[in-house]
Protein backbone atom coordinates (compact mmCIF):
# COMPACT_ATOMS: atom_id res chain seq x y z
CA UNK A 1 0.00 0.00 0.00
CA UNK A 2 1.35 3.38 -0.98
CA UNK A 3 2.10 5.60 2.10
CA UNK A 4 -0.15 8.32 2.92
CA UNK A 5 3.07 11.17 2.48
CA UNK A 6 2.77 10.61 -0.74
CA UNK A 7 -0.38 12.22 -1.59
CA UNK A 8 0.87 15.37 -0.09
CA UNK A 9 2.16 18.22 -2.36
CA UNK A 10 2.26 21.29 -0.02
CA UNK A 11 5.18 20.78 2.27
CA UNK A 12 5.92 23.55 5.06
CA UNK A 13 9.59 22.72 6.45
CA UNK A 14 11.24 24.35 9.63
CA UNK A 15 14.44 24.92 9.02
CA UNK A 16 16.78 25.25 12.04
CA UNK A 17 17.07 21.99 12.88
CA UNK A 18 15.24 20.28 10.41
CA UNK A 19 16.91 20.63 7.73
CA UNK A 20 20.45 21.98 8.29
CA UNK A 21 22.01 23.54 11.30
CA UNK A 22 24.31 26.60 11.66
CA UNK A 23 25.45 25.83 7.37
CA UNK A 24 25.05 22.19 7.36
CA UNK A 25 22.76 20.63 5.49
CA UNK A 26 21.21 17.32 6.69
CA UNK A 27 21.80 14.18 4.55
CA UNK A 28 19.35 14.58 1.29
CA UNK A 29 18.16 17.22 2.27
CA UNK A 30 18.48 18.75 -1.34
CA UNK A 31 17.42 15.42 -2.46
CA UNK A 32 14.14 15.91 -0.83
CA UNK A 33 13.42 19.57 -1.79
CA UNK A 34 14.47 18.24 -5.27
CA UNK A 35 11.81 15.42 -5.14
CA UNK A 36 8.59 17.48 -4.01
CA UNK A 37 9.20 19.76 -7.46
CA UNK A 38 9.53 16.36 -9.34
CA UNK A 39 5.74 14.93 -8.39
CA UNK A 40 4.64 18.22 -8.46
CA UNK A 41 4.58 19.73 -5.28
CA UNK A 42 5.73 22.93 -3.20
CA UNK A 43 7.93 23.63 -0.55
CA UNK A 44 7.19 26.69 1.94
CA UNK A 45 9.86 27.38 4.56
CA UNK A 46 7.80 28.51 7.63
CA UNK A 47 10.27 29.60 10.73
CA UNK A 48 10.00 31.16 13.65
CA UNK A 49 13.59 32.51 13.63
CA UNK A 50 12.66 36.30 13.44
CA UNK A 51 16.52 37.03 13.30
CA UNK A 52 16.69 37.38 9.88
CA UNK A 53 14.46 39.06 6.97
CA UNK A 54 13.46 36.92 4.23
CA UNK A 55 15.92 38.60 2.03
CA UNK A 56 18.61 37.71 4.22
CA UNK A 57 17.23 34.12 4.67
CA UNK A 58 17.39 33.57 0.66
CA UNK A 59 20.93 34.79 0.62
CA UNK A 60 21.97 32.29 3.52
CA UNK A 61 20.11 29.42 1.48
CA UNK A 62 21.17 30.12 -2.01
CA UNK A 63 25.09 30.17 -0.14
CA UNK A 64 24.42 26.58 1.75
CA UNK A 65 22.98 25.32 -1.68
CA UNK A 66 19.23 25.60 -1.48
CA UNK A 67 18.21 27.40 -4.07
CA UNK A 68 15.44 29.68 -2.86
CA UNK A 69 13.14 33.36 -3.55
CA UNK A 70 11.61 35.25 -1.60
CA UNK A 71 8.42 33.44 -2.57
CA UNK A 72 9.48 30.32 -0.80
CA UNK A 73 9.68 31.84 2.30
CA UNK A 74 6.69 32.72 5.41
CA UNK A 75 8.30 33.63 8.70
CA UNK A 76 7.00 34.60 12.18
CA UNK A 77 8.18 38.11 11.00
CA UNK A 78 5.92 37.87 8.35
CA UNK A 79 3.05 36.57 10.20
CA UNK A 80 3.54 39.56 12.80
CA UNK A 81 3.35 42.46 10.30
CA UNK A 82 -0.22 40.36 8.90
CA UNK A 83 -1.70 39.77 12.38
CA UNK A 84 -0.33 43.85 13.25
CA UNK A 85 -1.95 45.86 10.28
CA UNK A 86 -5.29 44.22 11.51
CA UNK A 87 -4.69 44.94 15.59
CA UNK A 88 -1.99 47.78 15.91
CA UNK A 89 -3.18 51.31 14.66
CA UNK A 90 -0.55 52.62 17.46
CA UNK A 91 2.01 55.43 16.43
CA UNK A 92 5.28 53.78 17.19
CA UNK A 93 6.79 50.31 17.78
CA UNK A 94 9.63 49.73 19.96
CA UNK A 95 11.26 46.49 17.99
CA UNK A 96 13.08 44.75 20.62
CA UNK A 97 15.44 42.70 17.63
CA UNK A 98 18.07 42.63 15.05
CA UNK A 99 18.60 44.99 12.17
CA UNK A 100 17.24 42.94 9.96
CA UNK A 101 14.09 42.55 12.18
CA UNK A 102 13.54 46.26 12.09
CA UNK A 103 14.11 46.77 7.98
CA UNK A 104 11.82 43.81 7.64
CA UNK A 105 8.98 45.66 9.41
CA UNK A 106 10.11 49.03 8.27
CA UNK A 107 9.36 47.67 4.50
CA UNK A 108 5.87 46.61 5.88
CA UNK A 109 4.94 50.31 6.49
CA UNK A 110 5.47 50.36 10.50
CA UNK A 111 7.11 53.03 12.49
CA UNK A 112 9.61 51.49 14.46
CA UNK A 113 12.35 52.54 16.79
CA UNK A 114 15.18 50.82 19.02
CA UNK A 115 14.71 54.04 20.87
CA UNK A 116 12.72 54.93 24.37
CA UNK A 117 10.97 57.65 22.96
CA UNK A 118 7.84 59.33 24.34
CA UNK A 119 5.45 58.27 21.30
CA UNK A 120 6.29 54.87 21.50
CA UNK A 121 2.76 52.88 22.40
CA UNK A 122 3.62 48.83 21.68
CA UNK A 123 6.57 46.76 21.85
CA UNK A 124 7.30 43.93 19.12
CA UNK A 125 9.87 41.49 20.70
CA UNK A 126 11.70 39.10 17.87
CA UNK A 127 14.59 36.80 18.14
CA UNK A 128 17.69 39.25 18.57
CA UNK A 129 20.65 37.61 17.86
CA UNK A 130 21.80 41.90 18.91
CA UNK A 131 20.42 41.50 22.15
CA UNK A 132 22.01 44.21 25.12
CA UNK A 133 20.97 44.93 28.25
CA UNK A 134 19.81 48.38 27.03
CA UNK A 135 17.12 46.59 25.37
CA UNK A 136 16.21 44.77 28.26
CA UNK A 137 16.05 48.03 30.62
CA UNK A 138 13.88 49.88 27.61
CA UNK A 139 11.85 46.95 27.55
CA UNK A 140 11.08 47.00 31.11
CA UNK A 141 10.18 50.70 31.35
CA UNK A 142 7.58 50.25 28.33
CA UNK A 143 6.05 47.38 29.65
CA UNK A 144 5.82 49.42 33.30
CA UNK A 145 3.72 51.96 31.27
CA UNK A 146 1.05 48.89 30.08
CA UNK A 147 2.05 49.28 26.32
CA UNK A 148 0.77 46.37 24.43
CA UNK A 149 3.01 43.46 23.80
CA UNK A 150 3.31 41.12 21.20
CA UNK A 151 6.04 38.53 20.34
CA UNK A 152 7.10 37.08 17.08
CA UNK A 153 7.71 33.43 18.91
CA UNK A 154 7.67 31.24 21.97
CA UNK A 155 10.49 28.74 21.38
CA UNK A 156 12.36 28.33 24.49
CA UNK A 157 16.07 27.81 22.33
CA UNK A 158 17.47 28.39 18.79
CA UNK A 159 19.35 25.34 17.86
CA UNK A 160 23.43 25.38 16.71
CA UNK A 161 26.02 22.95 15.70
CA UNK A 162 27.63 23.74 19.11
CA UNK A 163 23.81 23.15 21.38
CA UNK A 164 21.41 26.24 21.78
CA UNK A 165 21.32 29.49 22.44
CA UNK A 166 18.32 31.65 23.89
CA UNK A 167 15.45 32.08 21.77
CA UNK A 168 12.85 34.82 22.34
CA UNK A 169 10.68 32.34 24.28
CA UNK A 170 13.48 32.37 27.15
CA UNK A 171 14.17 36.00 26.64
CA UNK A 172 10.20 36.64 27.42
CA UNK A 173 10.18 34.77 30.42
CA UNK A 174 13.37 36.85 31.84
CA UNK A 175 11.16 39.85 30.79
CA UNK A 176 8.42 38.58 32.66
CA UNK A 177 10.13 37.91 36.18
CA UNK A 178 11.06 41.60 36.02
CA UNK A 179 7.64 43.27 34.64
CA UNK A 180 5.02 39.99 35.12
CA UNK A 181 3.99 40.93 31.71
CA UNK A 182 3.75 38.16 28.93
CA UNK A 183 3.70 38.98 25.06
CA UNK A 184 0.96 37.62 22.85
CA UNK A 185 3.00 35.24 20.68
CA UNK A 186 2.06 35.70 16.88
CA UNK A 187 4.12 32.68 15.29
CA UNK A 188 3.84 28.91 15.41
CA UNK A 189 1.74 27.65 17.36
CA UNK A 190 -1.00 29.72 16.58
CA UNK A 191 -2.35 28.52 12.78
CA UNK A 192 -2.18 31.85 11.04
CA UNK A 193 1.23 30.67 9.40
CA UNK A 194 0.22 27.56 8.46
CA UNK A 195 -3.35 28.49 7.02
CA UNK A 196 -1.87 31.77 5.04
CA UNK A 197 0.53 29.19 3.76
CA UNK A 198 -1.92 27.42 2.30
CA UNK A 199 -3.85 30.22 1.31
CA UNK A 200 -1.57 31.78 -0.74
CA UNK A 201 -0.57 28.79 -2.85
CA UNK A 202 -3.65 27.48 -3.05
CA UNK A 203 -4.02 24.10 -1.60
CA UNK A 204 -6.01 22.01 0.75
CA UNK A 205 -5.45 21.06 4.44
CA UNK A 206 -5.11 17.40 2.82
CA UNK A 207 -2.63 17.82 0.67
CA UNK A 208 -0.42 19.84 3.32
CA UNK A 209 1.71 18.53 5.66
CA UNK A 210 4.06 20.18 8.64
CA UNK A 211 7.42 19.15 9.16
CA UNK A 212 9.37 20.63 11.81
CA UNK A 213 11.80 19.56 15.41
CA UNK A 214 9.83 21.19 17.77
CA UNK A 215 6.40 19.76 19.30
CA UNK A 216 5.48 22.95 20.89
CA UNK A 217 5.96 25.15 17.94
CA UNK A 218 5.97 22.94 14.63
CA UNK A 219 3.69 20.23 15.59
CA UNK A 220 1.69 22.44 17.44
CA UNK A 221 0.82 24.89 14.73
CA UNK A 222 0.14 21.75 12.46
CA UNK A 223 -2.40 20.70 14.53
CA UNK A 224 -3.94 24.22 14.99
CA UNK A 225 -4.30 24.50 11.59
CA UNK A 226 -6.03 20.85 11.25
CA UNK A 227 -2.92 19.38 8.61
CA UNK A 228 -1.05 16.61 8.75
CA UNK A 229 2.01 16.90 10.91
CA UNK A 230 6.03 15.00 11.11
CA UNK A 231 8.21 15.61 13.82
CA UNK A 232 11.85 14.83 13.33
CA UNK A 233 14.46 14.04 15.85
CA UNK A 234 17.30 15.99 14.39
CA UNK A 235 17.15 19.75 16.08
CA UNK A 236 15.32 20.28 19.84
CA UNK A 237 13.01 17.51 20.40
CA UNK A 238 14.11 14.20 21.83
CA UNK A 239 12.22 10.92 21.65
CA UNK A 240 11.84 11.20 25.33
CA UNK A 241 10.33 14.93 24.90
CA UNK A 242 8.14 13.29 22.01
CA UNK A 243 6.98 10.38 24.42
CA UNK A 244 5.71 12.67 27.28
CA UNK A 245 4.13 15.26 25.31
CA UNK A 246 0.43 15.56 25.05
CA UNK A 247 0.55 16.97 22.02
CA UNK A 248 1.29 14.05 19.34
CA UNK A 249 2.53 14.16 15.43
CA UNK A 250 1.01 12.24 12.63
CA UNK A 251 4.56 10.78 12.13
CA UNK A 252 7.94 10.95 13.50
CA UNK A 253 11.45 10.31 11.71
CA UNK A 254 14.91 10.54 12.95
CA UNK A 255 15.62 13.13 10.44
CA UNK A 256 14.55 14.88 7.00
CA UNK A 257 16.63 11.85 5.28
CA UNK A 258 14.26 9.43 6.06
CA UNK A 259 11.15 11.30 4.39
CA UNK A 260 12.92 11.62 1.61
CA UNK A 261 12.89 7.75 1.32
CA UNK A 262 9.70 7.65 1.86
CA UNK A 263 8.43 10.25 -0.89
CA UNK A 264 11.08 9.21 -3.78
Known amino acids: MEHPLKQKRLFLLDMDGTLYLDDHLFDNCLNFLNQIKAIGGRYVFLTNNSSKSVEDYVKKLNRIGIPA ?63 TF ?26 TAYGYVPDCGSISEALYNATKRRPYFIGKPQPDMALLAMQKFGYAKEETVMIGDRIYTDIACGVNA ?3 TILVFSGETTREDWEKSDIKPEYTFENISEIYSIIK
Open 226 to 228: GIS
Open 134 to 159: QKLEDACILLGRGVPYWATNPDWVCP
Open 69 to 131: DAEDFFTSTMAACVYLKEHYKGKKLYALGTRSFKDELIKNGFPVTDRLEEDVDGLLMGFDTEL
